[in-house]
């Protein structure tokens, strides 16, 4: 009789838990310009701070919340000297390091000025980030430094326990070049240079319902260097400049009327905002920084509340990461403005309002 062939069979292999992937917003308790600590509060704090004798080639320093300080070395040339820095609004290191980067860099353009040099600012949890994480961080952040043209000359890190990542930023401009946030004069246009909508994006990446396209888009607008207010800075037609971060729109626009003395009305119709943004809101992809911009600012703003319900007004006080320049110009150089912007790239850049007389106070409509 044949000898029947035995076969062994082989155990299966076991099965390796596979390690949830490192995400760097789980290390933030907050992202991006929604780190901002409310306007209310840093109005409080620094209303508490000591009076300092300033000196006359001091042009601009806290006293109207503008965008960078700016120090007159002669009569051609003025420092532009500024900071920013903030949490991961995003997972991937090179993006978190290119969008802080932009929006440290945007503060120089919004004053009118040219960026000259940068410095890193770096406080990462080292025992819990992979060195490559960290050295991608820094490399997002060098990358648009060089879109720039400027080198990323020094700096200073820290172990923290939250990812921390930002620029000291350093530029010139010419003084009779510099744009203050206190020159808007009624009858100006108000101009937005960048949808908006970057707060919702980021509150629906953290819960996971954030698609593919819709982060190119966010990435693509938290990227864009402000680099049209070179250019604005030149123009004796534009009386006001600043740029929409972590306030909102609302607020950044609350900060010019009364740092101006003036009032401004707003057609929301007219505000530019990214592709699918409402949607994301509609589902509750909210920040709790628009909420607290609100609370902060809402009593000098009057809304069209029948026609402007809680999304709108959410949209309006939407914490804006690296957000677009915000211009106050005089009528007849509205389509220079425009042109300036679209030749740097910027789509979305449309008139959304106009400046009016009165006491600091913003009125939003909708106009159909």
């Given at each position: 009789m044949p000898r029947r062939k035995t076969r062994?069979?082989?155990?299966?292999?076991?099965?390796?838990?596979?390690?949830?992937?490192?995400?760097?917003?789980q290390f933030s308790h907050g992202g991006g310009c929604g780190c901002k600590i409310a306007p209310a509060v840093l109005e409080q704090i620094l209303a508490k701070t000591a009076p300092v004798l300033a000196p006359r080639q001091l042009l601009v320093g806290i006293e109207t919340s503008d965008d960078a300080a700016v120090?007159?070395?002669?009569?051609?040339?003025?420092?532009?000297?500024?900071?920013?820095?903030?949490?991961?609004?995003?997972?991937?290191?090179?993006?978190?390091?290119?969008?802080?980067?932009?929006?440290?860099?945007?503060?120089?353009?919004?004053?009118?000025?040219?960026?000259?040099?940068?410095?890193?600012?770096?406080?990462?949890?080292?025992?819990?980030?992979?060195?490559?994480?960290?050295?991608?961080?820094?490399?997002?952040?060098?990358?648009v430094c060089?879109?720039?043209?400027?080198?990323?000359?020094?700096?200073h890190t820290i172990d923290s326990v939250e990812p921390i990542y930002g620029l000291v930023a350093i530029g010139l401009v010419h003084p009779d070049h510099l744009k203050r946030n206190s020159g808007a004069r009624p009858g100006d246009k108000l101009i937005l240079g960048k949808g908006l909508g970057v707060g919702f994006f980021s509150a629906a990446l953290k819960k996971g319902l954030l698609?593919?396209?819709?982060?190119?888009?966010?990435?693509?607008?938290?990227?864009?260097?402000?680099?049209?207010?070179?250019?604005?800075?030149?123009?004796?037609?534009?009386?006001?400049?600043?740029?929409?971060?972590?306030?909102?729109?609302?607020?950044?626009?609350?900060?010019?009327?009364?740092?101006?003395?003036?009032?401004?009305?707003?057609?929301?119709?007219a505000v530019p905002v990214l592709?699918?943004?409402?949607?994301?809101?509609?589902?509750?992809?909210?920040?709790?920084?628009?909420?607290?911009?609100?609370?902060s600012y809402?009593?000098?703003?009057?809304?069209q509340k029948k026609q402007l319900g809680d999304l709108e007004r959410a949209l309006l006080t939407d914490p804006q990461t690296s957000g677009g320049l915000l211009v106050s110009c005089a009528p007849e150089v509205v389509t220079e403005v425009l042109a300036i912007f679209l030749q740097e790239g910027f789509d979305h850049a449309t008139v959304i309002g106009e400046v009016g007389e009165g006491k600091a106070q913003v009125s939003v409509i909708r106009s159909h």
């Open positions: 062994t069979v082989e155990p299966p292999a076991p099965e390796i838990a596979s390690e949830e992937p490192l995400r760097l917003t120090y007159q070395l002669n009569e051609e040339q003025a420092l532009v000297a500024t900071t920013d820095f903030f949490m991961p609004i995003v997972d991937d290191p090179f993006d978190f390091g290119c969008i802080a980067a932009t929006n440290a860099l945007s503060d120089v353009y919004a004053m009118g000025g040219v960026p000259l040099l940068a410095l890193a600012v770096v406080g990462m949890p080292v025992n819990k980030l992979p060195l490559a994480t960290i050295k991608r961080i820094l490399d997002g952040g060098e990358s060089s879109r720039a043209l400027i080198p990323i000359a020094g700096g698609s593919g396209v819709s982060y190119s888009a966010m990435i693509t607008s938290t990227t864009q260097l402000n680099t049209p207010g070179r250019a604005l800075g030149c123009l004796a037609g534009v009386h006001a400049m600043t740029d929409v971060t972590g306030f909102g729109l609302l607020g950044h626009l609350v900060e010019i009327c009364k740092a101006s003395g003036v009032s401004a009305v707003i057609d929301y119709t592709t699918n943004a409402m949607d994301y809101a509609a589902k509750g992809c909210i920040t709790g920084a628009s909420e607290r911009n609100w609370a809402g009593e000098y703003v009057s809304l």
